[in-house]
């Protein structure tokens, strides 16, 4: 069956940075394109980052962009969230999510109606 496991949360200080993964199995994961989404508390969820099943494009949320990267290793079935210069407005549960379909394009919107299975979500804590 298919899982996702995020690992690499904790507490960083303003301007800190953290990298998270999220170890795939249970699909072919070089044939997905994978995104990362968070919830602040009390918030909805947000869609942060996104990338191509082999790794050719990747989008971003206004509000990580020039911050955060997203990257992927298809020989270990795993993608990353590298997020630098952290605030504490990027504080919450992150979570990672495989394509529904496929066939990802340009037209192809990012987002959590796109998203078949989730991680379990791990805490990023923001704080000084």
């Known amino acids: 069956q298919v899982q996702l496991v995020e690992s690499g949360g904790g507490l960083a200080q303003p301007g800190g940075s953290l990298r998270l993964s999220c170890a795939a199995s249970?699909?072919?994961?070089?044939?997905?394109?994978m995104s990362w989404f968070r919830q602040a508390p009390g918030k909805e969820l947000e869609w942060v980052s996104g990338i191509y099943s082999d790794g050719s494009d990747t989008a971003y949320a206004s509000s990580v962009k020039g911050r955060f990267t997203i990257s992927r290793d298809n020989a270990k079935n795993t993608v990353y969230l590298q997020m630098n210069s952290l605030k504490p407005e990027d504080t919450g549960l992150y979570y990672c999510?495989?394509?529904?379909?496929?066939?990802?394009?340009?037209?192809?919107?990012w987002g959590e109606g796109f998203i078949d299975y989730w991680g379990q979500g791990i805490q990023v804590t923001v704080s000084s």
């Open positions: 999510g495989k394509d529904v379909g496929r066939v990802r394009t340009k037209n192809t919107p």
């Open positions: 249970g699909f072919t994961f070089s044939s997905y394109g």
